[in-house]
């Protein structure tokens, strides 16, 4: 997939607004734009949504989690959820929203890297006309929900901050410098915990284990910082990586790609 599509066809409308999208079909797609500074206050649907980036990058707020989604990257979002949207540019994605009834969907909140085949039958969607064949319209509707289903979560957003003073004060050391190394032992001491407590109480209050969060916000960090266009060796000195390669190869496991800027 790549965001020449958008250069083929008229420009969508900027700024679309979900009330104007109906709901006579179980799959409902559309393309839009967002302008620079573009906010979208915390609201919810009450049907369940995805969007991905074509061009341009978005910060997605939901459940104490921000989402950068960057082109070829999608949310999926189910119905009810509450959450915001931020353009620091302008920005183009594609969209639909699916009716309640039809399955599968994902119960919570998903980020996956949107596939050359879904990236197709979103765009074969929104050529869709009102009356369509039925047949085809279920069928095309069945691929791109099982796509859906079955794309891994690449989970790149910033992990969850936790509730208690003591591991609170650690993340927000780790945020201002997530260059600094996992040592188990000193954050313990730090939140005047053994080792065993720490960890425990971490993953209750975040859903992750220390290790897994300090990853997560690294990510969080490499994808904002690829966004701004830092050079991948500056990005991996940030990020306390040993060299260029040794990111790229822990980029490559979580998100199925090599980053690129």
Same mark, same amino acid.
């Given at each position: 997939?790549?965001?020449?599509?958008?250069?083929?066809?008229?420009?969508?409308? *900027?700024?679309?607004?979900? &009330?104007?999208?109906?709901?006579?079909?179980?799959?409902?797609?559309?393309?839009?734009?967002?302008?620079?500074?573009?906010?979208?206050? @915390?609201?919810?649907?009450?049907? !369940?949504?995805?969007?991905?980036?074509?061009?341009?990058? $978005?910060?997605?707020?939901?459940?104490?989690?921000?989402?950068?989604?960057? +082109? !070829?990257?999608?949310?999926?979002?189910?119905?009810?959820?509450?959450?915001?949207?931020?353009?620091?540019?302008?920005?183009?994605?594609? $969209? %639909?929203?699916?009716?309640?009834?039809?399955?599968?969907?994902? &119960?919570? *909140?998903?980020?996956? /890297?949107?596939?050359?085949?879904?990236?197709?039958?979103?765009?074969?969607?929104?050529?869709?006309?009102?009356?369509?064949?039925?047949?085809?319209?279920?069928?095309?509707?069945?691929?791109?929900?099982?796509?859906?289903?079955?794309?891994?979560? *690449?989970?790149?957003?910033?992990? *969850?901050? @936790?509730?208690?003073?003591?591991?609170?004060?650690?993340?927000?050391?780790?945020?201002?410098?997530?260059?600094?190394?996992?040592?188990?032992?000193?954050?313990?001491?730090?939140?005047?915990?053994?080792?065993?407590?720490?960890?425990?109480?971490?993953?209750?209050?975040? !859903?992750?284990?220390?290790?897994?969060?300090?990853?997560?916000?690294?990510?969080?960090?490499?994808?904002?910082?690829?966004?701004?266009?830092? @050079?991948? @060796?500056?990005?991996?000195?940030?990020?306390?990586?040993?060299?260029? /390669?040794?990111?790229?190869?822990?980029?490559?496991?979580? %998100?199925?790609?090599? +980053? $690129?800027?």
């Amino acid at each position: 997939m790549n965001a020449q599509n958008l250069a083929d066809r008229s420009l969508p409308p *900027v700024e679309i607004s979900s &009330a104007n999208i109906g709901a006579d079909r179980a799959i409902h797609a559309f393309a839009g734009r967002q302008s620079a500074g573009y906010y979208d206050p @915390p609201h919810q649907h009450d049907r !369940g949504q995805f969007s991905y980036r074509t061009e341009g990058f $978005a910060t997605v707020k939901v459940e104490g989690r921000s989402i950068l989604l960057s +082109p !070829g990257r999608g949310v999926w979002i189910p119905a009810g959820v509450v959450h915001a949207v931020t353009c620091r540019g302008p920005a183009a994605y594609n $969209a %639909f929203y699916v009716d309640g009834a039809a399955h599968p969907q994902p &119960a919570e *909140v998903r980020v996956i /890297a949107v596939s050359p085949l879904l990236h197709a039958l979103v765009e074969d969607a929104m050529l869709e006309q009102p009356g369509a064949n039925g047949e085809r319209q279920t069928f095309v509707t069945g691929l791109i929900l099982d796509e859906l289903a079955r794309s891994p979560d *690449v989970a790149a957003m910033a992990p *969850v901050m @936790p509730r208690s003073a003591g591991l609170r004060q650690i993340c927000d050391q780790l945020s201002h410098d997530p260059a600094r190394p996992l040592d188990l032992n000193a954050w313990a001491a730090t939140a005047g915990m053994s080792r065993r407590t720490f960890t425990r109480t971490f993953r209750e209050e975040t !859903g992750l284990s220390p290790g897994e969060w300090h990853q997560q916000l690294r990510m969080h960090f490499a994808e904002t910082w690829m966004a701004q266009g830092v @050079p991948l @060796p500056k990005i991996a000195l940030r990020l306390g990586y040993s060299s260029t /390669a040794s990111f790229s190869r822990v980029y490559c496991r979580i %998100f199925g790609t090599l +980053p $690129a800027v």
